[in-house]
Nanobody, 121 residues
Framework: QVQLVESGGGLVQAGGSLRLSCAASGRTFSTYVMGWFRQAPGKEREFVAKINWSGGSTYYADSVKGRFTISRDNAKNTVYLQMNNLRPEDTAIYYC??????????????WGQGTQVTVSS
């Protein structure tokens, strides 16, 4: 089992950048596929990005390709989401997720508590 804690959310103007972090507990972080999902008000939770165990493969939703970058540091048990050129439609609660398999759009069993990202126009 893994516990996840996100940080780094906040308020930013359109065109700005934020970097989210997700710290994982336990010694088995490198065995999990890590991902980010988000949920905007009144909408369903949606896939944002995923990264495989080694960090060698990444997957992105079309809406964030070219603007967001997912990365991980297995020595620090942390996964990151660098978000550039943010848009008002990126406003959402962002959730860190851990999975056992690489299925890009499917969330795994483990979730963080979420961090709010608000982009003003």
């Amino acid at each position: 089992q893994v516990q996840l804690v996100e940080s780094g959310g906040g308020l930013v103007q359109a065109g700005g950048s934020l970097r989210l972090s997700c710290a994982a507990s336990g010694r088995t972080f490198s065995t999990y596929v890590m991902g980010w999902f988000r949920q905007a008000p009144g909408k369903e939770r949606e896939f944002v990005a995923k990264i495989n165990w080694s960090g060698g493969s990444t997957y992105y939703a079309d809406s964030v390709k070219g603007r967001f970058t997912i990365s991980r540091d297995n020595a620090k048990n942390t996964v990151y989401l660098q978000m550039n050129n943010l848009r008002p439609e990126d406003t959402a609660i962002y959730y860190c997720n851990a999975d056992r398999a690489v299925v890009p759009n499917r969330p795994g069993a483990y979730w963080g508590q979420g961090t709010q990202v608000t982009v003003s126009s």
